[in-house]
């Protein structure tokens, strides 16, 4: 089996048509599909119902677990090379599966590959957003926040049967972008330079939903990689990361603190080597003066 496609629903009915159609139909034909019905109320379980085809494994929780826990119920049950995600909101380019496992056999340095997407949907014209491709960039990059869309993704099955890598279910809505930053720590990520999937834009998604819980969930992944670079942060030290990283306003008093707190974490990154210098030092800069821009 060269690639396992897992895609959690729930309450999916308006759209999931769409997005499983876009699988079943790729270019690449060895693949299993496993889909994980989180007890949806709607008519989800009758369109699932009505889909025949050897390629799906279907799952029926009993009790509703929540999107990452499904993710990693799936990864338990991969026979793939590779894990694909997919939601069941999206679609799929139809040479989605073979243009990323192409690349993940040529380019065995990657443990991680997304794509550029399309946006599309709440009566927005769509449009192509481009994603980063250098490992380095995006490696820094990740101290910020997420470089990759997460249903655009393929990552090696090793990431997770090797390294123990999993979704951190703690992390609840935010936890696709600390799933990128332990791979990151493993190995190099990219993104395909092509739009591989459309990502639809509505109402009913995480995003949208739940915005406030996601950006909480991402200052404590943004503070957790600081243990990387072994610091051990005070309470200031932390409301200033964060500001730092998140464009904060901050108060005058606090600005000349500024300096300081980046030029320890290039002391300690060249200490620990965790990044490349002069993207980490290009990387804080941009930091620095979009977070003084917003001040003056």
């Keep these: 089996m060269k690639i396992s496609v897992i895609m959690p629903v729930y309450n999916s009915g308006k759209f999931i048509e769409k997005s499983i159609d876009s699988i079943l139909k790729q270019s690449f034909a060895d693949f299993e599909f496993i889909i994980i019905d989180d007890v949806s109320t709607d008519n989800t379980r009758l369109l699932l119902d009505e889909i025949q085809d050897s390629r799906i494994i279907r799952i029926n929780n009993s009790k509703q677990t929540g999107n990452y826990k499904c993710r990693n119920q799936g990864l338990s049950i991969s026979k793939g090379k590779y894990i694909c995600v997919m939601d069941s909101d999206d679609i799929a380019h139809s040479d989605r599966l073979l243009k990323q496992y192409n690349f993940m056999e040529s380019n065995p340095q990657f443990m991680a590959t997304g794509s550029d997407i399309i946006f599309f949907g709440n009566n927005q014209s769509p449009n ?31 990431v997770f049967s090797k390294y123990g890598i999993t979704y951190n279910e703690n992390y609840y809505y935010a936890a696709d972008y600390n799933l990128m930053v332990d791979i990151s720590k493993i190995g190099a990520i990219t993104n395909i330079p092509e739009p591989l999937l459309c990502y639809r834009i509505h109402s009913g998604q995480i995003t949208s939903n739940k ?61 620990t080597c965790i990044y490349k210098e002069d993207y980490l030092y290009h990387f804080l800069e941009e930091r620095k003066n979009a977070l003084l821009k917003k001040i003056f």
Excluded: G, Y
């Excluded at 980063?132 to 249903?151: A, G, M, S, Y």
């Excluded at 990361?241 to 600005?255: A, D, R, V, Y």
């Design 211 to 271: 915005h406030k819980e996601q950006m909480m969930f991402r200052d404590q992944i943004q503070l957790r990689q600081l243990s990387f670079l072994k610091i051990r942060p005070s309470i200031d030290e932390m409301l200033l990361h964060l500001c730092f990283m998140n464009e904060l306003p901050l108060p005058e008093s606090k600005l000349s603190l500024l300096k300081k707190w980046q030029n320890k974490l290039a002391l300690k990154n060249r200490q």
């Design 128 to 158: 192509v957003f481009k994603r980063l491709r250098d490992e380095h960039e995006i490696k820094t990059f990740l101290l910020k926040d997420n470089v990759c869309t997460h249903p655009s993704l393929i990552f090696r099955k090793e």
